[in-house]
């Protein structure tokens, strides 16, 4: 979305109003219906974003989603289907899903089977008769889903959709393939909360994001699992797991409840750092305030997959991330943590203000590795700061990413470097009441980098348009505030 490129509005709002005035400009632009004067029109096949232009869809806002799973084996199709509530936002002759792969079956529109037709990763859903501006309705797509079905990324995703296990599946929905999965609004600006319906064998266990809701004994040996995900989220942060698990609860502060999703096998071998969780959660409590949902948890991953991913309210971490270091064990769970505030509470716009959410996860990452055993911010962001014209160069500017080089080093080291110049630039204790009314004004909702600029302006009490534009889009590496010694290294 283009809202990074307009010209700064009008400063010196109080908080509150600034806040309020950044929600309103961030509603996705499907909620600005087109003036169709009642007639009903096409809802739009993508919000536009300036990466992905077809993810998402415009038209309508999902409630909820009710995902059905009759689980089987490992890389096993099995049936599946996908019941969405929804609320249409003007009239509407048709409307899209993004879906990918699996084989559909039927898709109904308030139970009358609808028109259905698929293009590259387009479902369009033609219901019988029109749906009013405003109405409530009800769409159910059956099919046979293909978990074995993945997608492949040149950058720190590798691959991405269903990952199967020795003894069952995880998923990687990150960046866009929820709808390998299921048929969804795949953006991550659009958030609804999922109820999770999952039968298996009875010598499997089903996860999913949020709390268990039911575990019930159905006919043919095998057990439904209901789960409810509490808060909405992003398709890019669903979970849902099967495997041969053992589910390891406890406590964190304030009697949060903790739930580590382990296989058998890894229980013991990785309870040392699993058992950090409460600490890792004081620590950025401390900084960040309460954190922001109602559960936590780490499921660990049985896959040579080496990409941790931080799914709402349970955490994929790879085993490997689990039997290595200390320092670098700490340094994947404290960063996919620091998600659950960053990208996953406070909600990413467009895919452009990555930088926001990975940036951040690896500022607090390094922050608390410093104070434990780990390298010093400091002298990584020395470094960072020696790379960064080369990384502008070959990944784009940290709210410039284009689409091949989203998930380079750029949105991670290079992005926590512009926090740490603007930490350089207003001060620590200025830079916390920033990071504070960011999670704290933006919760459960979506933001840009333009209210990121805004806010931190507002809360510094000085225009940083200047100072972080040059950061954020520039071509050239600004000065370090406060280490004039610092040099950029010649682009090669
Ligand atoms: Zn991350």
Do not use: C
């Amino acid at each position: 979305m283009s809202t990074n490129r307009t010209t700064r509005r009008g400063a010196r709002l109080a908080l509150a109003a600034a806040i309020t005035v950044a929600a309103a400009l961030t509603a996705p632009p499907s909620q600005a219906a087109p003036a169709t004067d009642g007639r009903p029109l096409p809802g739009a096949p993508g919000l536009g974003d300036p990466l992905f232009p077809l993810d998402g869809n415009g038209g309508y806002r999902v409630d909820r989603y009710y995902l059905d799973f009759d689980w089987q084996a490992p890389k096993t199709p099995f049936e599946a289907a996908t019941t969405i509530r929804a609320t249409s936002t003007q009239a509407l002759s048709r409307f899209n899903l993004d879906f990918a792969g699996n084989t559909l079956h039927a898709v109904t529109v308030d139970g009358a089977r609808a028109g259905a037709s698929r293009e590259g990763d387009e479902l369009t859903v033609t219901p019988k008769s029109p749906i009013r501006k405003g109405s409530s309705f009800t769409v159910k797509v059956t099919y046979t889903a293909d978990p074995a079905q993945t997608r492949h990324r040149d950058d720190a995703i590798e691959d991405y959709g269903w990952i199967p296990t020795p003894d069952g599946t995880v998923v990687y929905p990150q960046p866009n393939g929820a709808r390998m999965i299921f048929p969804s609004d795949d953006h991550p600006s659009r958030r609804a909360p999922v109820t999770f319906r999952i039968s298996t064998p009875a010598d499997r266990t089903a996860v999913a994001n949020g709390k268990l809701v039911s575990r019930v004994e159905v006919p043919g040996g095998r057990v439904r699992w209901t789960y409810d995900s509490e808060q909405p989220l992003s398709t890019q942060l669903v979970q849902l797991a099967v495997g041969k698990f053992r589910l390891v609860e406890s406590e964190g502060p304030g009697g949060l409840p903790l739930r580590d999703v382990v296989p058998e096998a890894l229980v013991e071998p990785t309870a040392e750092y699993r058992k950090l969780t409460p600490d890792h959660l004081a620590w950025l409590e401390e900084r960040l305030g309460p954190y922001p949902f109602h559960r936590y948890g780490v499921l660990v991953g049985d896959t040579d997959l080496g990409v941790a991913l931080e799914t709402q309210t349970l955490s994929l971490v790879p085993k490997a991330d689990l039997l290595g270091t200390k320092v670098d064990a700490e340094r994947n769970l404290v960063h996919e943590l620091t998600h659950q505030w960053f990208g996953n509470s406070v909600a990413l716009e467009s895919w452009s203000d990555l930088w926001v959410s990975e940036g951040h996860a690896r500022f607090y990452e390094r922050l608390y590795s410093e104070a434990h055993g780990g390298d010093s911010l400091e002298a990584a962001m020395k470094t960072a700061y020696a790379a960064h014209d080369q990384w502008r160069k070959d990944f784009g500017a940290p709210a410039e990413p284009t689409e091949p080089n989203l998930f380079k080093r750029m949105r991670y080291d290079g992005s926590a470097l512009v926090l740490y110049a603007l930490r350089e630039r207003v001060g620590d204790a200025t830079f916390q009441k920033i990071e504070r009314a960011w999670v704290s004004g933006f919760k459960g909702r979506t933001a840009s980098t333009r209210d990121f600029v805004d806010l931190a302006s507002q809360v510094a009490g000085e225009d940083l348009e200047g100072f972080l534009r040059p950061w954020l889009y520039g071509a050239k590496t600004p000065p370090m505030p406060g280490h004039p010694d610092w040099v950029v290294d010649p682009v090669t």
